[in-house]
């Protein structure tokens, strides 16, 4: 008994050992009867073509359910986690379209060599659909190895792929479905991978996305959306705002940005950054994009029949939309359709758009700009900003992103990017646009700056057709201290805490003329100088809440312009010194005053104001014209660029008529408006001996044969040469060209001599 106990401790249990020998016996005629299922599966797929995708060479959908079916069999059975993937080329379309369908396949076909190379020899990769393919892994450890996969299959698909000299990159993301805990059998996980794919694409593709409940929520808002999205147009639910753009230099409304916007049967009023990234999902950017172009353009054609000619709309241009091949055409032709100036629309391109193709961008702008419409580069100072690119494309404005505008007056960095961008763009010609101005704080930088156009909340939010109308009727402008060359009138500022000192001052100053503003406060007075422009400041020191000297420190940092005085009767010697240091104080005055002096001193600051005012405003007018002179070379390069380009295709067109004259079987002689031979093709030649010796000769003078009988110079007639008779037609040039003189024409004549 003993030892029976002992062997059945030590592992030697007859009955384990038959447990343990079934189980391996089990295994193995598992293991031989999936072999021999691969096997003939294999076989079967090697004797039909259509389990194979024939561009990629990858298993098709049909193979993609047999074997996912088999993998899930095999997991079940196990007990082994499954992970399928759903990956897509979310940029394909666009690759299609800008540069066409060869070079679509040969992305589609490089990356179904880099994901199979990613993937285990048991692991299956499909194609799915036109830019999606699909991966079983069939026995995976964990979900972090899953990802870790997917980080590797993204990092394959980073470097691009050649193309006619230049590289197409693909834009991968993917969607991860697990079993069994996102689904028992093949198609709930093939729908689920899907929607983690659109999840992932969401967020920019690069990225992989795991299935949850709530992206399953989140997939079907999507769906129901995308259903009303495709409804949208056809019910009329997409509509147009307008926000204006104030021109810094003269104060009024220089144009306006259409702003698309929908409104759903049920549902609040969407912007476009709601629902325009699924409109290109589901490829419905260039319907939407067209339709924004015709409704500006009806919009634009009725502002202009109601009297209203100089009206500007600006629209912006999603990067798929642009790099259509037909994008220009159907510009060019929704202008005509509405008799609308090009030079009426503008056209905002972002820097993505460029990247994706920098050839075919250049080309596209090139034609835009032969059309006569105007061309900005749209959301610049964030992501890739590159300032080669004005050089490089022939923009007329430049619009610094809301997102640098929104931090020039707190933040150094955005302040010098914005004065670099403007700075720049004015060297080259370009004239600057600023989007996203809420303050005036804002505003009043960019003027300084030189800035040209405003955008913003500031002057104006987006406004209905009807609203917009009304603005234009009104006419709004921006107040004139915001104006860039302007001459402002004095204004003073009197902070005091007591109250008989600030009476006091005004009665003693009212008689100078100045504009006097009164505050009891340093935080009352700072509160004021941001609703007001302020020269001068005569603040007192010993105040509740903040001392004078903190206060002008503030004004100093915030207003750097305003001369700042202090008069006080009390001194706390050490802060007002700092102050002083540090240039926050102009002058320090005591009280009780002398009127006379006091009002000296006022007077000599505002001399100093408007000097350093004078100053500016010089250098803004030396700026304005150095702009304007920098726009106009543009221009006349642009112009001189053009008529280069005219010529060159004259002169082929010249070289192709010379080459078809010299080989037409027909005698023909050119004529100038003199009636010297300018031009004698092969069979004149051979007709007449003396050939080429004839150029620059009068014709009737050395080739009197022509004007036989008494014809003349007419332009019908008969002539003998050579024993034979001719008909001789004379065509005079210049009625559908620039060209002068006359084509003379030599045929058998057919009636009798």
Not at 41 to 50: L, Q, R
Not at 73 to 94: F, M, T, V, W, Y
Not at 267 to 295: S, Y
Request: proline share 4%; aromatic share 4%; glycine share 8%.
């Amino acid at each position: 008994m003993n030892g029976k106990i002992k062997r059945m401790a030590a592992g030697h249990d007859p009955r384990q050992r038959l447990l343990e020998r079934k189980m391996r016996t089990d295994e193995l005629a598992y293991q031989t009867a999936v072999a021999g299922e691969r096997q003939a599966s294999a076989d079967h797929d090697a004797a039909c073509p259509v389990l194979r995708d024939p561009l990629t060479g990858l298993a098709s959908s049909i193979l993609l359910n047999d074997r996912l079916t088999q993998a899930l069999g095999c997991a079940a059975h196990r007990g082994e986690l499954l992970a399928l993937l759903c990956l897509g080329i979310d940029n394909l379309p666009q690759v299609r379209d800008g540069l066409g369908q060869e070079a679509a396949a040969r992305l589609l076909a490089d990356s179904a060599r880099r994901l199979q190379a990613c993937v285990k020899g048991h692991d299956t990769v499909a194609r799915l659909g036109d830019h999606e393919f699909a991966v079983v892994l069939g026995a995976a450890d964990n979900a972090d190895d899953v990802g870790l996969l997917c980080e590797e299959l993204c990092a394959a698909m980073a470097p691009g792929v050649a193309w006619q000299g230049g590289q197409v990159h693909g834009h991968l993301s993917i969607g991860i479905a697990l079993f069994p805990q996102d689904g028992p059998d093949a198609a709930t996980l093939l729908r689920h991978a899907g929607e983690a794919r659109a999840g992932a694409r969401a967020r920019h593709g690069g990225k992989y996305q795991f299935y949850s409940a709530s992206l399953n929520q989140r997939s079907r808002a999507r769906t129901d959306m995308e259903v009303a999205l495709r409804l949208a147009i056809a019910r009329d639910e997409l509509q147009l705002q307008y926000q204006p753009l104030a021109d810094l230099q003269s104060g009024a409304i220089a144009g306006m940005e259409a702003l698309l916007r929908w409104q759903p049967p049920t549902g609040a009023l969407a912007d476009a950054g709601h629902f325009l990234p699924l409109a290109e999902d589901i490829d419905l950017i260039a319907a939407i994009g067209n339709w924004v172009l015709r409704r500006a353009c009806r919009d634009l054609r009725d502002w202009r029949a109601a009297g209203r000619a100089d009206v500007r709309i600006a629209i912006n241009v999603a990067p798929s939309q642009f790099h259509q091949r037909r994008y220009v055409d159907d510009v060019a032709a929704i202008l005509a359709e509405f008799d609308v100036a090009p030079a009426a629309l503008t056209l905002e391109i972002t820097e993505v758009a460029l990247m994706l193709d920098s050839t075919a961008s250049a080309d596209s702008l090139t034609r835009l700009k032969a059309l006569g419409l105007q061309l900005a580069l749209d959301d610049f100072g964030t992501g890739q900003s590159s300032l080669n690119n004005l050089t490089r494309y022939p923009f007329d404005q430049v619009k610094i992103d809301r997102e640098v505008v929104r931090g020039i007056v707190d933040d150094s960095g955005a302040a010098a990017l914005s004065k670099t961008i403007i700075s720049m763009a004015h060297n080259l010609g370009i004239r600057v646009v600023a989007e996203g101005v809420e303050t005036e704080g804002q505003c009043d930088f960019l003027r300084r700056n030189m800035c040209d156009l405003v955008q913003g909340y500031f002057f104006a939010p987006p406004l209905a057709l009807d609203g917009m109308a009304l603005l234009l009727d009104e006419p709004r402008r921006l107040p004139p201290h915001l104006l860039r060359v302007k001459r402002q009138p004095r204004s003073l500022l009197l902070v005091d805490d007591e109250h008989n000192i600030v009476s006091a001052l005004k009665r003693l100053l009212r008689a100078d003329g100045y504009q006097i503003f009164t505050a009891h406060s340093g935080q009352e007075g700072l509160d004021l100088l941001e609703r007001h422009p302020v020269d001068v400041i005569v603040s007192d020191q010993r105040m509740p809440g903040m001392i004078g000297a903190d206060f002008l420190r503030k004004a100093k940092q915030l207003y750097p312009a305003t001369i700042r005085i202090m008069l006080s009767g009390y001194t706390e010697l050490q802060s007002v010194t700092d102050a002083v240091n540090e240039g926050a104080i102009y002058k320090f005055l005591t009280k009780p005053w002398e009127d006379a002096l006091l009002r000296g001193h006022i007077a000599e600051a505002f001399r100093l104001k408007e000097i350093a005012d004078e100053n500016e405003r010089l250098n803004l007018e030396v700026r304005t014209a150095n702009h304007e002179l920098a726009a106009a070379n543009r221009r006349m390069e642009e112009l001189l660029l053009q008529k280069q380009q005219q010529i060159s295709r004259d002169e082929i067109s010249l070289s192709v008529a010379h080459e078809v004259l010299q080989r037409l079987p027909l005698p023909v002689i050119g004529l100038d408006d003199q009636g010297m031979i300018a031009f004698i093709n092969g069979a004149a030649e051979r007709l007449f001996p003396r050939g080429a010796s004839l150029l620059g000769n009068e014709v009737s003078m050395v080739l009197p044969a022509l004007f036989s009988a008494g014809a003349g110079a007419q332009a019908l007639h008969r002539a003998d040469i050579g024993g034979a008779r001719f008909d001789v037609a004379v065509y005079p040039m210049g009625e559908r060209s620039a060209a002068r003189g006359s084509l003379m024409t030599l045929s058998r004549s057919e009636a009798a001599p």
